[in-house]
Nanobody, 119 residues
Framework: QVQLVESGGDLVQAGGSLTLSCAAS????????MGWHRQAPGKQREFVAS???????DVADSVKGRFTISRDKAKNTVQLQMDSLKPEDTAIYYC?????????????WGQGTQVTVSS
């Protein structure tokens, strides 16, 4: 099993920046892709960004050019650098990971960290 723990959520003003971190533990060898999803109040959870074991990036159009995902395989962490934040970025941000056995399915999820962007 893989455990994911997020940190870094906070209240920030529009136009500001924030960095989220996610630390993975457990059966690290089984992880393929790591990424971030978010869920705003009253909305469905949506994909934000991900990075594969080989470094391939996928980023949602809504955050492209503002958010940057990176991964430190030696430390088993993934970070989400968020710049030029907007009120519509307010959400609970979840770290997630896929396994090598099922690389298209996010099998592991963290508990989430709250990001609030004030106007």
């Amino acid at each position: 099993q893989v455990q994911l723990v997020e940190s870094g959520g906070d209240l920030v003003q529009a136009g500001g920046s924030l960095t989220l971190s996610c630390a993975a533990s457990g059966t690290i060898w089984s992880i393929n892709r790591m990424g971030w999803h978010r869920q705003a109040p009253g909305k469905q959870r949506e994909f934000v960004a991900s990075i594969s074991d080989g470094g391939r990036l996928d980023v949602a159009d809504s955050v492209k050019g503002r958010f940057t995902i990176s991964r430190d395989k030696a430390k088993n962490t993934v970070q989400l650098q968020m710049d030029s934040l907007k009120p519509e970025d307010t959400a609970i941000y979840y770290c997630a990971a896929t396994s090598r056995a099922t690389p298209s399915t996010y099998s592991y999820w963290g508990q989430g960290t709250q990001v609030t962007v004030s106007s």
